[in-house]
């Protein structure tokens, strides 16, 4: 069957007709896309645009003064522009608490960062605790008894015991006459008086111990008397003999103190 002649202009116009209203269609979207941005762009600076961010000016009288900025131009504004200028107002009111508090953070660790530093300070030069005196004072004189010739035959055990016993007789001396000494003082003290103490003691302990249990026992009481109890025979023993260790020393080292 043959088409007429209406028939094929149909069939070639219409494609036509459909890609021009295709093309006409897609350029009409790219500018209603454009269009819409625009308006987004807008509506973000509404209140900013609306509103200006100053509405009171300075102005400059007649005789040249400045004069302060008038206040009735509040009345003019609309609602919508009065709830826009709050918000604004807000805005810029918590931006500045905002930096107030940062500020004050950054202030804060500085003064901490400065405590912090002024501890490692205080720590370096603060003069060291009666306990770590005490270790300290142990420390050295065991290493002193350990130098000299005397000691050669003692076991490290007896030489913790005379180090210990001294140690306490510099404790008892200190604190009973509320001294604050400084380091040669205590150097003086801990080779000039209580080796000779020490050695006494040994010779004590030789006396009183009967085995290495009981010499072990000594060391740990000579430490630390007021935690350690000693068996009644040993103590017996010991408090016999000690006296006579304890006297010299104590006589040499209050003859030390000035006289009032």
Known sequence: MKLNRAA?????FVPILLIAGGTASYFAYQKMQAQHQRNVAELEQFGYEMVPSDIHSET???????QLPSTFSEKKLTPTERVIRGLMQDKE???????????????LKQ????????????????????????ARTKSV??????????SESFSNVRLDVMAAAGTQEYRRFVMANRLILDRPEKARIIEDYLPTYAFCVARAVDLAANSRDEERILMAWFSDPDQTRLPTLLAADIDKLLPACKTPLRTALQATLPTP
Not at 60 to 66: E, H, Q, W
Not at 93 to 107: G, H, P, S, Y
Not at 112 to 123: C, F, V
């Open 141 to 150: 004189l065991k290493s002193t008894l350990a130098r000299m010739p005397e």
């Open 93 to 107: 009111n918590l931006l500045a608490e905002q930096q107030t508090m940062l500020d004050e953070i950054d202030a």
């Open 111 to 134: 003064q901490i960062e400065e405590l912090k530093d002024y501890k490692r300070l205080n720590q370096h030069f603060a003069p060291e605790s009666f306990a770590d005196e005490l």
């Open 60 to 66: 400059v009288g007649t005789l040249g003064a400045s």
């Open 8 to 12: 094929w202009l149909l069939l070639i």
